[in-house]
Each structure stands twice: as structure tokens, then as C-alpha cells.
């Protein structure tokens, strides 16, 4: 294995270590609050990691909206995982060429880098109103790292057609 396939499987398990805590920790604080007679009070809290927040919606009736989620921030990172593992395991230069083809695409329909941008603009859009505040937890941080270092991984690699 070269060492650019070599760093680019590390950096693939790294991206799966940081995925995990990025699912299932808090991404966002919502709090909603109402003055009234010069006092403030909160009406509303929700907190929610992302798998919660598929799960809340399932519960609530929106299962393809939680379908997608689900499809987009779990699934195709999990399966872009399994086939560049099974990538850097082939020998074969056509089954190579055909693996990285097939990472590349799936990765094209990998949202996880679109669901980061829509819940920064979420939080943005939340501290825009008086009486909306909005906090980004420690799983919005662990997922936006799981985007950057599993495209970094990706850019690593090489494909079928650059090794021997």
C-alpha cells in the first residue's frame, strides 16, 4: 500500500471516529423566550443531536424528511467508508479504478457537508430574532470535522490508475 493510501485510511477511520460523536451529540440549542412586564422567560428549549432529530421527526409523522436525513448523514457516510476500505483492499487495477468511481460518485450525493451549512445558517437565522437564541453544541464541531477530514481522506487517495 502506498503511503498516500495509507494516510488516506487513516484518515478515513479518523473521520469515522469523529462521525459518531458528531450523530449523537447535541448540534444545536434552540430557546425561545417572551418578555413580559420587563421580565424574560424561556417558553421553549429543544436540544438535539442528529440522530435524535431523525427520530423526533419519525415520531412526529415526517418519516421521509427523517428517511433523507438519516440516508444522507449516516448511511452514504458509512457505506463511503466501507468502499474505500474495500478499495484500498483490491489488487486488481480495473476493480480498483471501478471502487474509486463508485466512492467519488456516492460521495457527490454525501449531504453531510450541505446539513452543516444549513444548521449554521439555522443558528444564524435563530440569533437574527429577538427572541430566538440559538448555540451550537460540541456535535455541530465533531461533524463539521468529520466533513473536512473524510474529503481530506478522499483527496488523498489514490486511485486504481495511479498504483501498481
Known amino acids: 500500500m502506498s503511503s498516500r493510501n495509507l494516510l488516506a ?26 418578555s413580559l412586564l420587563g421580565n ?14 431523525v427520530q423526533r421527526l419519525r415520531e412526529s409523522g415526517n418519516a421521509f424528511v427523517a428517511g433523507l436525513i438519516l440516508l444522507f448523514s449516516v448511511l452514504v457516510p458509512v457505506l463511503k467508508a466501507l468502499l474505500f ?23 457527490k450525493w454525501s449531504m453531510a457537508d450541505v446539513f452543516v451549512v444549513g444548521t449554521f445558517i439555522a443558528f444564524l437565522a435563530a440569533n437574527a430574532l429577538d427572541n430566538l437564541d440559538a448555540l451550537l453544541g460540541p456535535g455541530f464541531y465533531w461533524f463539521v470535522a468529520y466533513c473536512l477530514v473524510s474529503n481530506l481522506g478522499f483527496q488523498v487517495m489514490e486511485s486504481g490508475a495511479e498504483t501498481r
Open 9 to 34: 485510511l487513516v484518515l478515513t477511520v479518523v473521520s469515522l471516529g469523529l462521525l459518531i460523536p458528531g450523530l449523537s451529540q447535541p448540534i444545536l440549542t434552540i430557546t425561545a423566550k417572551i
Open 40 to 53: 424574560e422567560r424561556e417558553i421553549f428549549r429543544e436540544t438535539q443531536s442528529i440522530l435524535q432529530s
Open 85 to 107: 476500505f474495500g478499495l484500498l483492499g483490491q489488487r486488481a487495477s480495473s476493480t480498483k479504478q471501478r471502487l474509486f468511481r463508485m466512492v467519488q460518485s456516492l460521495s
